[in-house]
């Protein structure tokens, strides 16, 4: 099954492609680099060292990069089912 976004305005879809992308920066970044109140360095590090770190980032930032690569790759045209 294929899906359209034929109905989406173009800067309505690019935007999304955007948000799609700093959720996967959020993901790949937020145990990595300080943001404030959003995220604890300090704790996540005591919690996880860093290889350990380094993996659980890796299993959690890839499905949503694989989805942000198909997102970018079908851009403009029919998305296939497994993308949604």
């Known amino acids: 099954m ?8 173009p800067v309505a879809n690019a935007t999304l492609l955007a948000l799609q992308c700093f959720v996967v920066l959020f993901v790949a970044l937020h145990n990595w680099i300080p943001l404030g ?5 300090k704790g996540v590090r005591i919690a996880f060292p860093t290889g350990k770190l380094f993996w ?4 959690n930032f890839t ?3 694989i ?3 198909a997102t970018a790759f079908y ?3 029919t998305y ?3 993308v949604f």
Not at 56 to 59: D, G, I, K, N
Request: proline fraction near 7%; charged fraction near 5%.
């Open 37 to 41: 109140a959003l995220n604890n360095v």
């Open 80 to 82: 296939p089912g497994w």
């Open 2 to 9: 294929s899906y359209t976004i034929g109905t989406v305005h």
């Open 75 to 77: 851009f403009g045209r």
């Open 67 to 69: 989805g942000l690569g």
């Open 56 to 59: 659980t980032t890796l299993l």
């Open 63 to 65: 499905p949503v990069a």
